[in-house]
């Protein structure tokens, strides 16, 4: 190649691979012109003898470098014994061998006898033509043919006899010379990252310095003033000095002792004055975070007046309290998730009322209504109605606000025919209707089973008093039931009464909405609905509101967004990272000794697990296996099918590997730390310490390694301190790494729980801690149902000792806003498709509660298995065991600590698993019982519950329990470390097409 052509080549190769091709070297000067050269004066260097090429390790030279300037063909330099390959790049030394195959060809001319001219004057036919551009018949006469002369003036030497080859040094020296300049890159490595983590450790120790100045500072603040504080217990600390506080609780000295208090326990008014030496008033940065300490506390008009002063102080805060203000305002005026106004009457009391001056109060309402100055409109050509839901934080009306028996409803009205009033609708139809318009009024009891004809029976109608079309009437609707009312300008249009009423029936409930046959329908201000509901469906709807000024003043949340952002950005663009190994270098990559195989090593790597349509796993891993055999000393093929082993729960399998790969290469610290991983998802803190110790001390400035060990400290010792400086290095070692400050807020909020979000009722049982922001009562029962869930799950696996484990933390929250949100701050993800979730990392099981009590105790029961399972192994089962044990056993009806009923029909999971039957949509066994993660979480997720769900069911129910013991020998053969398809082919491969037949029957006999 000319030297152009290779510079654009490694470039190339640079580009694709950085790093992972040696410079092209320099080239060499032409060596000095003889003092008596018999070439002509134009010509400037001689050629120089061309030697036989060395080998280096079965490998060909490098190309020569390039010719001197003025010369006619290059020239090359004198070969002397190459070193092993320092570069990682196999293109070049191809390059290299081509080359020296043209000089060996060359060389064997000049040997065969023929001549040839020389390198310097290569092209000429004729070398006395150059000399004398006289044609041939002018030479010398024929007199002188007995005894030719020769032309010493006109021949040009011969070449000079090339020196003997070098002498190869034998296979051991190169061993030993390519061993000690691998030993010197790592050494240099390591050296470096010494240097930067040297220089990270510096800049967080100023860090600290300023921390703790500031720190000090405002012990000095705080140890000048006293304060006096009432606890909600009736204790009462007088002239007590703050030495330290944070968000939750403070450390004082009071009355000549040492006392820690929570804030929660502390009186409204003792909060007050805690804040007056807690933040400084001249300060917009210490009057907003006043402010966020008023909202922790629910005090919101405390902490509005805050926000108010640091906003008039300036400094950038204007803006971020600008972000909240609506809402807190509605939470100030007691509206809460509501657009109109809203005001609580007693426990389970509401009324909302809207004049319509903004167009958002609309959003109380379905879709349908416009705003005409302070007139709401229906307008339509067919049947139309539009219902209350009450506005939600997340803008749905998934969750309408439901009215228990009583509601009124007032209004001032015109329509252009008859108008109807929706009372109580139920979720499948039922209800009232209440008809009113120029042929008086009529009261109807709804049938949802009945035919569309018959769907509304009469319960009363009256004529007295009618709704004229297009006129405007004063209309005043009250159901108090089982008596219903109605008047037109003050004159009661009907009067009726539903019965008779059983006394312990339930009253009626559903939303409460108006509609039209047609035409135009106006609402002029204001109008009002009240009456009753869900004293806790009431909360939600406060609550939610809570959250968004949560989310607003949170600076986690802030952080996440940011990271979100970025990750968005580096999808468009299409960056990723690529999966950089530190065993890729030469010393180990030259081992693999084809070209075509390094190119399949990189797709494998680039590609863990297959390619989608083109790929299949199994594909895959034959590949890869045939590489490991061909080139079995190669420590990145064993860690990279590891990675894969791990994802495909093949446990031991992965262990092998990765401890391969670390016995070939003891300084592989990327290996060092998967080993540490996988040894803490089995629960083996201790061990997974001492591997990432290696790994760290092979690499001391690896980020992901310190982002392990952090994890490790906090499974075995939860020393805060401990793992909160090792994620702070990984903070700053790698600043575009979000990993790090994840797993700090994760363990941080792990630590703290969700008190923050309102979590403030506890209940700790012999098995949990539960804690939730809905009431003390709420948790107790939550406790004691789970306890006797527990029980049950023990019986169950009576085959399988559940071991001591630490207690699980149960959050329960009262909206989905609240469980969204610390979902988000544990993952940075909203989980907005979960109704709840178990963090075996966390040992934390979190959900929300629902409307419907049965649906949210099904998730706690769910999520409690999942938790319940890692007693019984430190594996993770496969996928579709693991949800479907999950819902199988959690399928329990529980009352008062007690289990009454299990093995429960799932109503909402059987009729998709029998329509999935019918369609001949289900998975085969073979396909759903050997899904990874990725693949049975993608797709159809909601058929593979259902599935998953319906096969336990038949494993444990159908005759009896006739397959009882394959699920129970299936599960016991995944306790001991073997690998899913290892189970199903022991346990289930030789008689899955019978037991598929079987379960398709089973299950499409189920009834809910």
Not at 154 to 180: L, Y
Not at 215 to 221: S, Y
Not at 296 to 322: D, I
Not at 534 to 562: H, K, Y
């Amino acid at each position: 190649l000319k030297r152009a052509d290779a510079l654009k080549l490694i470039d190339a190769i640079n580009k694709k691979m950085p790093g992972k091709h040696p410079p092209l070297p320099e080239p060499v000067d032409a060596d000095p012109e003889p003092e008596n050269p018999p070439a002509p004066p134009a010509k400037k260097a001689e050629a120089k003898p061309v030697p036989v090429p060395s080998r280096v390790e079965g490998r060909k030279a490098p190309a020569p470098a390039r010719p001197a300037v003025g010369s006619k063909r290059p020239a090359p330099r004198p070969a002397a014994p190459a070193p092993g390959p320092k570069g990682n790049s196999r293109l070049f030394l191809i390059i290299g061998g081509v080359a020296a195959v043209v000089v060996v060809a060359a060389v064997a001319i000049a040997l065969s006898g023929k001549k040839a001219p020389p390198p310097d004057i290569a092209g000429k036919t004729d070398v006395s033509a150059e000399i004398d551009p006289k044609p041939a018949k002018s030479e010398p006469k024929v007199e002188l043919k007995p005894e030719p002369k020769p032309e010493p003036k006109v021949e040009v030497k011969a070449p000079p006899t090339p020196p003997p080859p070098p002498v190869e040094p034998p296979p051991q020296a190169r061993q030993a010379d390519a061993r000690k300049e691998f030993e010197e890159r790592m050494a240099e490595r390591k050296k470096e990252a010494l240097a930067h983590l040297e220089e990270v450790k510096r800049e967080l120790a100023g860090e600290r310095k300023e921390a703790d100045k500031i720190a000090e500072e405002t012990r000095k603040r705080l140890a000048a003033q006293k304060v006096s504080l009432s606890l909600t217990s009736g204790e009462t600390y007088k002239d007590a000095v703050i030495e330290n506080f944070t968000f939750h609780g403070a450390d004082l000295q009071a009355g000549g002792k040492k006392v820690r208090i929570t804030w929660d326990t502390v009186q409204p008014p003792s909060l007050v004055a805690a804040a007056e030496v807690l933040y400084d008033p001249k300060q917009p940065g210490d009057l907003f975070e006043r402010g966020r300490f008023f909202v922790g506390r629910r005090m919101w008009k405390e902490a509005q007046a805050a926000f108010g002063s640091a906003a008039k102080l300036g400094g950038g805060f204007e803006s971020r309290v600008l972000e909240f203000s609506e809402v807190l305002d509605r939470l100030v005026s007691g509206q809460g998730g509501f657009r109109g106004s809203a005001r609580r009457i007693g426990r389970d009391g509401v009324r909302l009322a809207w004049d319509f001056h903004d167009p958002k109060q609309l959003e109380d309402f379905t879709g349908g209504l416009t705003l005409t100055g302070k007139t709401a409109q229906l307008e339509s050509p067919r049947k139309a109605a539009v219902y209350l839901f009450g506005g939600t934080s997340s803008g749905s009306g998934d969750s309408p606000l439901a009215f228990r028996g009583e509601v009124s409803a007032e209004m001032k009205l015109s329509c252009d025919g008859p108008v109807t009033f929706h009372l109580f609708v139920g979720d499948i139809g039922g209800g009232y209707e209440l008809d009113l318009g120029p042929a008086g009024a009529s009261l109807f009891k709804i049938d949802p089973k009945a035919s569309e004809k018959d769907r509304r029976k009469t319960v009363a109608k009256s004529d007295k008093v009618k709704l004229a079309a297009g006129k405007t009437a004063d209309v005043r609707l009250t159901a108090r039931f089982p008596r219903f009312r109605v008047t037109v300008d003050g004159a009661e249009a009907l009067s009726a009464e539903d019965g008779p009423v059983s006394v312990t029936a339930d009253p009626p409930k559903g939303p409460f909405g108006f509609g039209i046959e047609k035409g135009k329908l106006r609402i002029e201000a204001p109008f009002a609905v009240q009456g009753r509901a869900d004293a806790g469906e009431l909360d939600r709807r406060i609550n939610d509101t809570e959250v968004m000024v949560r989310r607003a003043l949170d600076p986690d949340l802030e952080q996440i967004e940011r990271f979100r952002a970025r990750r968005k950005a580096m999808s468009v663009l299409g960056e990723s990272r690529d999966l950089s190994l530190s065993s890729d270098d030469p010393w180990f990559a030259f081992r693999i000794k084809k070209f075509e195989d390094i190119t399949k090593y990189e797709e494998l790597k680039k590609h863990i697990g297959g390619i989608p349509d083109k790929q299949t796993p199994e594909q895959w891993k034959a590949e890869m296996d045939a590489l490991i055999a061909k080139y079995p000393d190669v420590p990145s093929l064993y860690h990279v099918r590891a990675i894969f082993k791990h994802a495909y729960q093949d446990y031991f399998g992965a262990l092998a590997d990765v401890k391969k790969a670390v016995e070939i290469f003891p300084q592989f610290h990327e290996a060092l730390e998967l080993h540490a991983q996988m040894l803490l998802e089995m629960q083996d803190g201790e061990s997974a310490l001492a591997e990432i110790k290696k790994c760290l001390e092979a690499r001391p400035d690896f980020v992901e390694g310190y982002v392990t060990r952090a994890r490790c400290i906090f499974a075995t010792t939860q020393s805060m301190q401990a793992f909160m400086e090792d994620l702070d290095l990984a903070r700053k070692l790698d600043p575009q790494d979000s990993t790090a400050v994840t797993v700090q807020r994760m363990l941080k909020y792990q630590r703290l729980g969700p008190r923050e979000l309102g979590c403030r009722f506890d209940y700790e049982t012999p098995h949990y801690k539960v804690t939730t922001d809905i009431s003390a009562e709420a948790a107790k029962r939550y406790g004691d149902n789970l306890e006797a869930a527990f029980r049950h799950y023990v019986a169950s696996f009576k085959g399988a000792s559940a071991r001591l484990g630490k207690k699980p933390r149960v959050a329960i929250f009262n909206t989905a806003e609240n469980y969204y949100t610390y979902f988000e701050l544990l993952s940075e993800d909203r989980g907005e498709n979960t109704l709840g979730v178990f963090r075996p990392g966390l040992n934390e099981l979190v959900l929300f509660e629902s409307t419907d009590l049965a649906d949210t105790n099904h998730t706690l029961y769910h999520e409690a298995v999942h938790q319940f399972m890692t007693l019984l192994t430190n594996r993770t089962p496969p996928f579709w065991y693991n949800e479907g044990i999950a819902e199988y056993m959690g399928s329990i009806k529980v009352q008062d600590g007690k289990v009454l009923e299990k093995g429960l029909i799932l109503r909402e999971r059987l009729p998709y698993a029998q329509l999935a039957i019918e369609v001949k949509a289900d998975l085969p066994f073979e396909k759903i019982m050997n899904e990874t993660p990725g693949e049975f979480y993608s797709g159809n997720v909601g058929l593979k519950y259902a599935q998953a769900w319906s096969m336990i069911h038949f494993f444990y129910e159908y005759e009896k329990g006739k397959y009882r013991s394959l699920i129970e020998n299936y599960f016991e053969s995944l306790r001991a470390g073997k690998t899913p398809r290892e189970c199903y082919d022991s346990v289930f491969k030789a008689k899955a097409e019978a037991l598929e037949k079987e379960w398709r029957e089973f299950t499409r006999g189920l009834k809910p």
